[in-house]
């Protein structure tokens, strides 16, 4: 009699992982139906057609045009602020996509150059930053929320999100390009 409880004991328990497992489906199958309806209502306001020129000088010296850029390969751009405790969490997965794609970051309101750059080296951040103190390319694109991230190709916005944004997101939607 013995085995039988141990069989039935055996089947229960892998009958009530069966369910964590598909709640936990369900439960991420939520959350990115979320995540899209969220990304699509904060970005509402970026531009689509028309769209203004991402052109600046990086911290390092670099003349930087997204749109040429973005001719070869994807390009990942990255609106951010030093002041901003969701960036804390989004700049390293940033700084390792960097190691892989082109990316290039406005860093808005932050300061100046110097402190950015300072900000910078300290953090241990190597993606090429270009130091948006008074908001301006901030204001071309209506952006309002940081973190906030696009991805461009072929010199078209392609992606956007906004808030955190993990690491594996970021590589989907390059991938996706």
């Known amino acids: 009699m013995m085995p039988e409880k141990l069989n039935t ?11 964590w497992g598909k709640q936990l489906a369900l439960f991420i199958l939520f959350a990115i139906v979320i995540t899209a309806v969220m990304d699509i209502w904060r970005g509402r306001d970026i531009p689509r057609d028309n ?5 600046g000088v990086s911290l390092t010296g670099s003349d930087i045009d997204i749109k040429a850029m973005s001719q070869d390969q994807a390009v990942l751009v990255y609106f951010w602020g030093t002041w901003c405790p969701v960036c804390n969490f989004v700049s390293p997965a940033v700084d390792t996509m960097a190691n892989i794609y082109p990316v290039v970051s406005i860093a808005m309101n932050s300061g100046p150059d110097d402190k950015m750059s300072q900000y910078l080296s300290h953090k241990g951040y190597e993606f090429e930053t270009i130091n948006d103190s008074n908001n301006e390319i901030a204001r071309d694109w209506s952006v309002q929320l940081t973190p906030t991230l696009m991805v461009f190709k072929d010199g078209e916005l392609i992606h956007y999100t906004t808030g955190f944004t993990s690491l594996p997101g970021m590589w989907w939607r390059m991938l996706l390009n």
């Open 9 to 19: 004991a055996g089947v229960g328990f892998l009958s009530k992982i069966w369910g």
């Open 51 to 55: 769209l203004p020129d991402i052109k």
